[in-house]
T-cell receptor, first 117, second 115 residues
Framework: AQSVAQPEDQVNVAEGNPLTVKCTYS??????LFWYVQYPNRGLQFLLK??????LVKGSYGFEAEFNKSQTSFHLKKPSALVSDSALYFC???????????????FGPGTRLSVLP | DTEVTQTPKHLVMGMTNKKSLKCEQH?????MYWYKQKAKKPPELMFV???????INESVPSRFSPECPNSSLLNLHLHALQPEDSALYLC??????????????FGPGTRLTVL
């Protein structure tokens, strides 16, 4: 079965500093990896995804993520954090069979990012 | 239109009430999903509709009854809920359930409180 770990419940960073939100995964087969952001009392917004090819993926709002197959990681990064980036971030992975969707699409537990002015 | 809409935004209901949540998308997506999300937790998949047919029911209690009247609409009928069912209910859609690389588009959710 697929699994996703986000080892940090909370990440604090000063505005203007680079930020990293970590994600590691365990899958059978090739993974498709996603990052979503959730602002308070809102639904999830898609940020970026890795399908294949270039390990560095660029997404919305200046975010990017680096796929590292050997470390089974897909960390989210941004060179300069904004206060408005403060939100809950979810990593997700899809892999395996097209069937059994509920088990082959998995969200991580989430990381709360706080950007301090 | 790249938006998923959900109504109502907030719903308070008693344990004997019957209510419905509604979701709509006009992106031509053929897969639609219901999720339940508790505070500070990831969404939990409840149901998946693929081409207007229920393809996955993640062992959800029968007091939750999904319906997909057409390719743009998804309903969740609620009856005899329990207080522990209070949560944010999210609807999502994607181009096709079987395209592994498709991202999902989420609605803003309905905040449900069961008294």
């Amino acid at each position: 079965a697929q699994s996703v770990a986000q080892p940090e419940d909370q990440v604090n960073v000063a505005e203007g500093n680079p930020l990293t939100v970590k994600c590691t995964y365990s899958v059978s087969g090739n993974p498709y990896l996603f990052w979503y952001v959730q602002y308070p009392n809102r639904g999830l917004q898609f940020l970026l995804k890795y399908i294949t090819g270039d390990n560095l993926v660029k997404g919305s709002y200046g975010f990017e993520a680096e796929f590292n197959k050997s470390q089974t990681s897909f960390h989210l990064k941004k060179p300069s954090a904004l206060v408005s980036d403060s939100a809950l971030y979810f990593c997700a992975v899809r892999a395996g069979s097209r069937d059994n969707y509920g088990q082959n699409f998995v969200f991580g537990p989430g990381t709360r990012l706080s950007v301090l002015p | 239109d790249t938006e998923v809409t959900q109504t109502p935004k907030h719903l308070v209901m008693g344990m004997t009430n019957k209510k419905s949540l509604k979701c709509e998308q006009h992106m031509g997506h053929r897969a639609m999903y219901w999720y339940k999300q508790k505070a500070k937790k990831p969404p939990e998949l409840m149901f998946v509709y693929s081409y207007e047919k229920l393809s996955i029911n993640e062992s959800v209690p029968s007091r939750f009854s999904p319906e997909c009247p057409n390719s743009s609409l998804l309903n969740l009928h609620l009856h005899a809920l329990q207080p522990e069912d209070s949560a944010l209910y999210l609807c999502a859609s994607s181009q096709d359930r079987d395209l592994m690389y498709n991202e999902q588009f989420f609605g803003p959710g309905t905040r449900l409180t069961v008294l």
